[in-house]
């Protein structure tokens, strides 16, 4: 029991001790610094070719980010009683089984703004799309 727990404790330090670390573009920790001077706790990840900067401001928020530093969009976690009227009743319709874990605003750079609702279905997480007015919104295959 002791070599398995030891073995286990192993395979979890190489793996945080290889993992490689994302460089960011001066311009995006630029552009996020100007934004939010007072995080210091921040989260990179990488998106395609953007950056994502996720970070607490009394609420969860992520950033988006293109390389050159310009903001594509904000995302903010939101009570689930914040969405959009007509998003529970499509869930409900059509994910009979699920049930809205999260919530979130999304306002992109041309100010457009949308919704997701995190749902759980068959034991794996989705994210469902809604515009303001809570009409789903498809996923679209790239």
Avoid: C
């Avoid at 809205?100 to 994210?127: H, L, P, R, W, Y």
């Amino acid at each position: 029991m002791k070599l398995k727990a030891l073995l286990i404790a192993f395979v979890l330090f190489s793996f945080t001790a290889f993992a490689k670390e994302i460089a960011i573009p001066a311009p995006v920790k630029g552009a996020f610094t100007k934004l939010y001077p007072k995080i210091k706790k921040v989260a990179w990840d990488k998106e395609g070719t953007n950056y994502e900067a996720s970070f607490k401001n009394k609420v969860d928020m992520s950033l988006l980010f293109a390389s050159d530093g310009k903001l594509l969009e904000t995302e903010t976690t939101i009570p689930i009683s914040q969405l959009p009227n007509g998003v529970t009743s499509y869930i409900k319709e059509h994910y009979k089984k699920s049930v809205i874990k999260d919530a979130a605003k999304i306002v992109k750079s041309n100010g457009e703004t949308v919704f997701e609702a995190e749902v759980k279905i068959n034991n794996k997480s989705q994210d469902l799309m809604f515009d303001s007015n809570g009409k789903f919104i498809p996923r679209t295959k790239k």
